[in-house]
């Protein structure tokens, strides 16, 4: 069992106490299991790696019961973790909201919205949703993570485009925050903000409130990051995706997260898939981030060759992570201090793989 908090003495919102934690607290977790489930040893194995890897929260879900919650290594229920690349999903449920409310849509092209953009050939052919899944060709520019840029927006505008729409993968903050841009000028005219649509018609929902937004000198939040969450809070995302896209957006409008794009598949609106499973290329995700766009190959990638194909993930620096299983009525939250830690590897223990 990993060192800290057990979750034995955790209770619910309901003030009733989890009756389905850790193995140690008379967990129902079978040592035999059926297609799907979770074993008792599986889940122990799943924690103990996470909590050796300086994990210091993980909450499993399924079926809408909580069979483990465990906050080694000093965590705790209480403590919100930075999510980091986490916060994109968040934005990119934004996007859908949008979608399904008639403000927005993710195949026309940005230059219509900034005619900043119309000069530009290459520019002029960028959609809102080649921005989301990263594929607009638009410089990464990551100096906007930093807090001395007066105009996020007006930066990442400027920026140039360094390949043709559609061609490669180019994860960075830029692209989000010409969205965000596209997203205030069309809520203008009804005196919405996009964090105040963003409160209104996703977090609301969720049962969450306004959050650390790092807004620039303009005003502009950064979307690329930024967010604190509890392991609790950040499993609502997941539950959304487990609901296909309830109580937010409509299951057809929520299906547009998972199916990835031609510059990576294994990407798209916030969250990574697992859809050329069990033939795809396992590797780091973050190691492969870390590399110059150039040098970058998205091939046949694959978080666990071993997990269901429908397996997705909202993944954060440091290996915070949340993954959802749909087929398995699975929600997973692992939040860490930064070390060394593998998602297929963790996923193929908790699976019994």
């Not at 993570?145 to 400027?158: D, F, I, L």
């Not at 620039?216 to 392991?231: E, H, I, K, V």
């Not at 993944?315 to 939250?333: D, K």
Request: glycine share 10%; hydrophobic share 40%; net charge positive.
């Amino acid at each position: 069992m990993p060192a800290g908090n057990t979750g034995c003495d955790v209770v619910s919102e309901s003030g009733l106490p989890f009756l389905a934690l850790v193995w140690m607290c008379g967990s129902l977790l079978p040592d035999r299991v059926g297609a799907g489930e979770l074993s008792r040893a599986s889940v122990q194995r799943a924690a103990e790696y996470s909590a050796s890897c300086q994990g210091q929260s993980l909450l499993v879900v399924q079926g809408g019961r909580t069979v483990l919650e465990d906050y080694p290594n000093g965590g705790s229920a209480r403590d919100a973790h930075k999510i980091f690349s986490g916060t994109k999903a968040f934005w990119n449920l934004t996007a859908l909201a949008a979608v399904e409310d008639r403000r927005l849509n993710l195949d026309e092209r940005v230059a219509a919205t900034l005619p900043e953009w119309r000069e530009d050939p290459r520019k002029a052919r960028v959609t809102v949703r080649t921005l989301l899944d990263f594929s607009s060709g638009l410089e990464p520019g990551f100096f906007l993570h930093g807090n001395g840029v007066a105009n996020r927006n007006q930066k990442a505008m400027e920026l140039p485009m360094v390949s043709d729409v559609g061609r490669r993968f180019l994860y960075g903050p830029s692209a989000m925050q010409v969205f965000h841009e596209v997203l205030r000028r069309k809520l203008a005219s009804r005196r919405e903000t996009p964090t105040s649509y963003l409160e209104r018609r996703v977090l609301a929902p969720l049962g969450l409130g306004s959050q650390r937004y790092l807004t620039d000198r303009a005003g502009n939040p950064l979307l690329a990051s930024g967010w604190l969450l509890t392991a609790r809070e950040w499993a609502k995302v997941g539950r959304v995706a487990l609901a296909k896209g309830a109580p937010v957006v409509s299951r057809g409008t929520m299906s547009a997260s998972f199916r990835g794009s031609g510059a990576n598949r294994a990407y798209s609106l916030g969250w990574w898939n697992n859809r050329a499973a069990p033939g795809g290329r396992e590797f780091d995700i973050e190691d492969m981030l870390e590399r110059d766009w150039q040098r970058q190959d998205w091939r046949d990638a694959v978080i666990c060759r071993d997990a269901p194909p429908d397996l997705v993930a909202c993944v954060g620096s440091g290996y915070q992570r949340l993954y959802v299983i749909p087929s398995m009525a699975l929600v997973i939250v692992r939040q860490g201090a930064g070390g060394r830690f593998s998602d297929a590897g963790f996923l193929r223990q908790l699976l019994g793989r």
